[in-house]
């Protein structure tokens, strides 16, 4: 978000001289957010701020037909359902940074979002999920003989035995990482859902077979690296030259997409930890344990079951 909208209210009065900048800085801490849903909104706040001053209206705060307006606008110019919901969500939290009540609150334009869903008829686009006899064709068709060869194999076991997001992939490091007889466990600071930066740790385990083993995959990337700090995957120059440079959540999504085809994201290797997981039986509190998601809804809403006969209690009745 814009630095001149980092000021939230607060009851400054009361406050001794010496704490209003602290008490500003942590309330704009809180509201912030992850760093990639700050970089999304900002792009969405300046869009809205330049249709308002064409428009010759005020943008914050913003006066309910302004949003109407522009929303409207959005719908009509075919944006995606989840993309005008985003603009709303940004806008809405240009209005808190800045301590003023947000138009998005008003059932005018609850009720306007909610008929451009309907209109549209618009589900919201998940990532796919991957079999696992399809992801282990993948990874054994990798050639590991280059360095991009088994970083990759060691990005996408790592990915999808982890179930991690695409930006704790990016902001992996070395000192993160914990190797025992038992297997690995991987120390996150930060994610998505842990703003606050409470340990967090998911565990890998070892594989039977080596070609498919998570931790013997990373293991000879590290050894590639020859480090014993710093980011784990990183990028390549051409003729297999390492840099320093940590891989990009764009390009984790390429290498992705590269192996397992268009239809897949990066975040359909966590996707697909979850489906898979289920389909062995697994209870949603193990499923949790690793994906740190916080409720049993969260966890049906990852589970891909497109297949009518993948999850069906038809096959237990007995006849």
């Not at 060869?149 to 902001?171: C, D, I, K, M, V």
């Not at 466990?185 to 070892?206: H, M, P, R």
Request: aromatic content about 6%.
């Amino acid at each position: 978000m814009p630095s001149d909208l980092l000021a939230p209210a607060l009851p400054t009065a009361q406050l001794p001289a010496h704490l209003v900048a602290s008490s500003t800085r942590y309330v704009e801490t809180g509201l912030r957010g992850a760093a990639n849903t700050v970089r999304a909104y900002a792009g969405d706040w300046k869009r809205f701020t330049s249709w308002c001053a064409l428009h010759r209206l005020e943008s914050l705060p913003a006066p309910v037909e302004a949003l109407a307006g522009f929303l409207t606008e959005l719908a009509d110019a075919g944006k995606k359902v989840a993309t005008i919901q985003r603009h709303a969500a940004a806008i809405a939290k240009a209005h808190a940074l800045a301590g003023h009540d947000s138009p998005t609150a008003d059932k005018k334009v609850k009720v306007l979002l909610k008929g451009i869903a309907r209109e549209k008829k618009t589900r919201i686009k998940q990532a796919a999920a991957f079999t696992l006899a399809s992801f282990k064709r993948t990874i054994r068709s990798i050639d590991v003989s280059t360095p991009t060869g088994l970083r990759n194999r060691a990005l996408l076991l790592l990915g999808f035995t982890g179930a991690f997001r695409r930006s704790e992939l990016e902001a992996l490091n070395i000192e993160d990482l914990a190797f025992d007889e038992e297997g690995l466990v991987v120390s996150l600071d930060k994610s998505k859902t842990n703003q606050l930066g409470q340990a967090e740790e998911k565990a890998i385990f070892y594989s039977p077979d080596p070609a498919l083993c998570p931790i013997r995959s990373l293991q000879a990337w590290l050894r590639v690296l020859d480090r014993t700090e710093g980011c784990v995957f990183v990028s390549l120059r051409k003729h297999q030259h390492l840099t320093t440079r940590r891989m990009t959540t764009k390009y984790i999504n390429l290498i992705v997409q590269q192996y397992l085809g268009a239809p897949y994201t990066a975040h359909s290797l966590r996707a697909s930890f979850v489906t898979v997981s289920k389909l062995h039986g697994a209870d949603d509190s193990k499923v949790m344990n690793q994906t740190k998601h916080k409720t049993s809804a969260m966890i049906r809403r990852y589970t891909r079951l497109d297949n009518v006969r993948q999850h069906n209690a038809a096959k237990e009745l007995g006849l």
